[in-house]
């Protein structure tokens, strides 16, 4: 049962947009179990998703089963079978004692049998497989286990004859364990699920829940110095020397030598991003400039990474190594062939490992972690991260399979370096996951994203396929209360071409616990990133660089796991394409600093009501403060500190009791034309007829137009005012300097508060007072001039 938190008079499709508040039974029927909240908060309990029980059967191995009288040997597998559910070991070809150690889960609320049939067969390559016995359990009889208790003990039964009378024996004995479990035991993971049945192959491994770690990521800084006797391919040519430097698929360059030497210097840095384990390695190329199509190459060295330093603070320790090119294009003697020789040629470099900066492989706005890359200088965590992937509900078709639409869903959650995917639920529009996963916080204000994708690969299709995105939620840790469950449904909201759709919507349970209050209120200190950042900042340019080599190198190694999290799949999560253009993107960024603007204008607007005195009772009331505030000049600042004081004491009484979510209005997602989203999701470069790109051109320059008119105003004032003392309006500078004067003198025999009251009075006059033409100090800066009589 839902109902949702916030409620408008829009029409019914805005609601579907918002957020819903759920009542899911958490824990509550779960059976006593070891890791009990209290003084150990990092003990995982399970109680954050409703209990789901499963009949597992685990096939250990066989022994002296019979050889087949055909081929004077046996294939053997096990079939497992309860009720209209069937799941099968893979065969090992003649093995008499084969072992197996497959566990298979059947989901209890779908079981309509009341007995368990466990087959061993014979794989014949002609004709139907042979039956070599079974054994059949009362599902009456099956223990129950739960967590921490031990995995049950395996147990040899003896085979039963298939085709004779009930209770013969045959030859052969097979170790099997059955119980009845949750999703809280270990066997879970790995286990055959009976909801999974119809999945075959490659697909079998795609469908489990994982836990992946992101590799550790370093900063790889290489301060090419200087070179020595770089020789030129081109005998009495000056060389133009610049360094190329690669690793793995990232490549960069210095800028040219102009030194007509054959030593160049550049002391030019380098940034590349590495992981370990550091299986690229630095190449470096010296290379001549001889034209805007032609580079020779004077030399290389190859480097292994290993080699390097590793710099865990801002002292410059690192020492720097001359190092032997590899020379190649030179002749060895006057007309003959050139090749491959050693020369003298070498380079200086100053190459290290930083260690102490955070590797941002996400979006700053979106972090998730902010520890550097050196263990060693990571704090205490401060708290704990419970989530609860309960379900989803009301999901859309994704793809057509047997000639109706269907969906094979599975949810990924990221933050900080663990990333889990849990398991793919095969054709279901409200799959229940009900997995329960932990991660240590170590700054409160980072956000976890859990998206939620269609699994394509279940078909054996390889790489053929894309998973597709069906929405993702975004949760930031520090607008969450400590210690409370946070149960919602999320709306699972996309921008497709067509406009905004809703998905579905994702079930939470979330809990963040404090580790220590201390700690916690003292990071809000503290900066949010490491201290290299601030002490040797890197420029946008070399951020926004590094963040996509980042990206890549994570989507890369988490490709190459098993099962891969795909590649589509951890750049949505990092959100790759936030920094393209977006016509949408921009108007909302420009209605929120509207919105921040509006109440600015609305305090103007109220003392220009004030003013005018609209309201005489506040106006006299503003008098009676400007008097208090002249008289006793030191309460201006604690009225201020106070007033705010009682301003956030009264807010909280309506301060927000759930977690943001994605915003289909602030993002101007409902506002945007189909030409702007068919612009928006064009590809990079643009692949639009000529004719489409000429029109957003268009559109693009007269945007552009507006905003350079606004920039112009801007420094058009900001001329003006520095006008005021160039003298490049003799009169208009004479006169403010006679005024500068006489307000000095004016201002020194005068009481300060004596001014302040003369001042505030003035503003506040009555509107009798006052004239409709602009006052005299605005007449006179608008006849400044600027700099814009200079512009072309």
């Known amino acids: 049962m839902s109902h949702p938190i916030i409620h408008h008079n829009d029409e019914h499709h805005h609601e579907d947009?918002?957020?819903?508040?759920?009542?899911?039974?958490?824990?509550?029927?779960?059976?006593?179990?070891?890791?009990?909240?209290?003084?150990?908060?990092?003990?995982?309990?399970?109680?954050?998703?409703?209990?789901m029980y499963y009949l597992y059967v685990r096939v250990v191995k066989a022994k002296d089963l019979p050889p087949n009288p055909l081929t004077g040997s046996c294939d053997p597998y096990v079939e497992v079978k309860l009720g209209n559910y069937k799941g099968t070991t893979r065969h090992l070809e003649k093995r008499p004692n084969p072992e197996w150690n497959q566990v298979f889960a059947f989901s209890k609320d779908r079981v309509q049998s009341s007995s368990l049939e466990v087959y061993v067969k014979d794989k014949e390559m002609v004709g139907r497989d042979d039956y070599m016995g079974k054994v059949v359990f009362d599902l009456n009889e099956v223990p129950t286990r739960v967590p921490p208790d031990s995995p049950l003990a395996p147990q040899w039964c003896r085979l039963e004859d298939p085709r004779r009378v009930e209770g013969v024996k045959v030859r052969g004995e097979i170790m099997v364990a059955v119980w009845i479990g949750t999703q809280a035991d270990e066997a879970f993971p790995e286990a055959w699920h009976s909801d999974a049945a119809s999945v075959h192959g490659e697909g079998v491994a795609s469908v489990r829940s994982k836990v992946y770690v992101s590799p550790k990521l370093w900063y790889l800084r290489v301060n090419v110095i200087e070179a020595q006797?770089?020789?030129?391919?081109?005998?009495?040519?000056?060389?133009?020397?610049?360094v190329k430097a690669q690793v793995g698929t990232q490549v960069l360059k210095t800028r040219t030598s102009v030194s007509a030497t054959l030593n160049p210097k550049w002391n030019e840095d380098l940034l590349f991003v590495v992981a370990e384990p550091f299986e690229e390695q630095l190449v470096l190329h010296v290379e001549d400039h001889v034209s805007s199509r032609k580079d020779d190459l004077l030399g290389r060295v190859t480097l292994p990474l290993t080699m390097f330093e590793k710099?865990?603070?801002?002292?410059?320790?690192?020492?720097?190594?001359?190092?032997?090119?590899?020379?190649?294009?030179?002749?060895?003697?006057?007309?003959?062939?050139?090749?491959?020789?050693?020369?003298?040629?070498?380079?200086?470099?100053?190459?290290?490992?930083?260690?102490?900066?955070?590797?941002?492989?996400?979006?700053?706005?979106?972090?998730?972690?902010?520890?550097?890359?050196?263990?060693?200088?990571?704090?205490?965590?401060?708290?704990?991260?419970?989530?609860?992937?309960?379900?989803?509900?009301a999901l859309l078709p994704m793809k057509n399979r047997d000639g109706r639409g269907t969906t094979d869903s599975y949810c990924v959650a990221k933050y900080g370096q663990k990333w889990v995917r849990t398991r793919t639920l095969v054709g279901t529009f409200s799959p229940?996951?009900?997995?329960?996963?932990?991660?240590?916080?170590?700054?409160?204000?980072?956000?976890?994203?859990?998206?939620?994708?269609?699994?394509?690969?279940?078909?054996?299709?390889?790489?053929?396929?894309?998973?597709?995105?069906?929405?993702?939620?975004?949760?930031?840790?520090?607008?969450?209360e400590a210690d409370r469950v946070y149960t919602h449904?999320?709306?699972?909201?996309?921008?497709?071409?067509?406009?905004?759709?809703?998905?579905?919507?994702?079930?939470?349970?979330?809990?963040?616990?404090?580790?220590?209050v201390a700690s916690m209120m003292h990071l809000y200190s503290q900066p949010l990133l490491p201290k290299m950042h601030y002490l040797h900042p890197f420029t946008v340019s070399q951020l926004d660089s590094l963040r996509y080599q980042a990206m890549s190198i994570v989507a890369a190694r988490l490709g190459r796991t098993e099962p891969p999290l795909r590649k589509e799949v951890v750049e949505y999560m990092l959100d790759v394409e936030s920094h393209l253009w977006s016509m949408r993107r921009s108007k909302a960024n420009f209605f929120r600093v509207m919105s921040l603007l509006s109440g600015l204008v609305g305090i103007f607007s109220w003392l220009g009501d004030v003013c005018k005195w609209k309201n005489p009772a506040t106006t006299v009331l503003v008098h009676i403060l400007l008097l208090i505030l002249v008289w006793y000049p030191e309460?201006?600042?604690?009225?201020?500190?106070?007033?705010?004081?009682?301003?956030?004491?009264?807010?909280?009484?309506?301060?927000?009791?759930?977690?943001?979510?994605?915003?289909?209005?602030?993002s101007w997602a409902e506002a945007a034309s189909p030409d702007e989203l068919d612009e928006e999701f064009d590809t990079f470069p643009t692949s639009k007829p000529q004719d489409m790109v000429y029109m957003r051109y268009d559109r693009l320059r007269s945007v552009a137009g507006r905003i350079q008119t606004v920039v112009g105003d801007m420094a058009t004032q900001g001329e003006r005012l520095g006008s005021l003392l160039s003298w490049r309006d003799p009169r208009a500078t004479c006169l403010f300097v006679v005024f500068c004067l006489l307000a000095a003198v004016a201002l020194y025999v005068t009481p300060f508060r004596v001014v302040a009251l003369?001042?505030?009075?003035?503003?506040?006059?009555?509107?009798?007072?006052?004239?409709?033409?602009?006052?005299?100090?605005?007449n006179f800066f608008r006849r400044l001039p600027s700099k814009i009589d200079s512009m072309l």
């Open 229 to 242: 006797d770089v020789q030129p391919a081109t005998r009495g040519r000056t060389p133009e020397v610049f």
């Open 17 to 51: 947009f918002q957020l819903k508040d759920t009542h899911p039974l958490l824990g509550e029927r779960w059976p006593a179990m070891g890791g009990v909240r209290g003084n150990d908060k990092l003990t995982s309990t399970y109680d954050l998703v409703e209990q």
């Open 635 to 666: 309460l201006i600042l604690p009225t201020v500190f106070l007033y705010m004081f009682f301003i956030g004491l009264w807010n909280y009484r309506s301060r927000p009791r759930h977690p943001p979510h994605m915003d289909t209005k602030l």
């Open 432 to 480: 229940s996951w009900n997995e329960q996963y932990t991660w240590e916080v170590y700054d409160p204000s980072t956000v976890i994203t859990i998206g939620v994708f269609d699994n394509c690969h279940l078909g054996g299709n390889g790489n053929s396929a894309r998973d597709s995105r069906i929405g993702k939620v975004r949760i930031r840790l520090s607008t969450l």
């Open 758 to 778: 003369v001042t505030g009075l003035y503003l506040l006059r009555h509107p009798r007072f006052r004239s409709k033409l602009p006052p005299v100090p605005v």
């Open 489 to 516: 449904s999320y709306p699972l909201i996309v921008l497709t071409p067509s406009g905004v759709k809703k998905m579905g919507e994702l079930q939470l349970a979330v809990r963040f616990t404090c580790l220590s």
């Open 311 to 393: 710099r865990l603070d801002h002292r410059p320790f690192v020492h720097s190594r001359w190092f032997d090119l590899e020379k190649f294009g030179i002749p060895a003697l006057e007309g003959e062939t050139r090749r491959e020789l050693r020369f003298a040629s070498r380079i200086h470099l100053r190459v290290c490992l930083e260690g102490a900066y955070h590797v941002m492989d996400e979006s700053t706005m979106y972090i998730s972690d902010t520890r550097p890359t050196a263990r060693q200088l990571w704090r205490p965590p401060v708290g704990v991260l419970e989530v609860g992937i309960l379900g989803a509900k």
